[in-house]
Nanobody, 115 residues
Framework: QVQLVESGGGLVQPGGSLRLSCAAS????????MGWYRQAPGSQRELVAT???????NYADSVKGRFTISRDNAKSSVYLEMNSLKPEDAAVYYC?????????WGQGTQVTVSS
């Protein structure tokens, strides 16, 4: 049974930083493209960043230069380092693992950016 468990969300002031983690189990993690997505209230879920099994990364334009996605295959984990956070970054952040037609979501972690 595949499980993706996110952690690290919370309340942060504008300009602050957070590091999200996603721990995977029940899957051949190193083969999967891993991604972070987010969904704000009243909005569709959107891509934040992805990292392939080869380590190639892709970012939404809105987070380029501020967010960094990384993975540790030995720990079956993917991370999202978020810096210079803005109020518009507030959302539930979801981890996703995909391989071919297979795709799995975590349960999400809330990020609130407010003074």
């Amino acid at each position: 049974q595949v499980q993706l468990v996110e952690s690290g969300g919370g309340l942060v002031q504008p300009g602050g930083s957070l590091r999200l983690s996603c721990a995977a189990s029940g899957m051949s993690f190193r083969l999967y493209t891993m991604g972070w997505y987010r969904q704000a209230p009243g909005s569709q879920r959107e891509l934040v960043a992805t990292i392939t099994s080869a380590g190639d990364t892709n970012y939404a334009d809105s987070v380029k230069g501020r967010f960094t996605i990384s993975r540790d295959n030995a720990k079956s984990s993917v991370y999202l380092e978020m810096n210079s956070l803005k109020p518009e970054d507030a959302a539930v952040y979801y981890c996703r693992g995909s391989l071919g037609s297979r795709g799995y979501w975590g349960q999400g972690t809330q990020v609130t950016v407010s003074s």
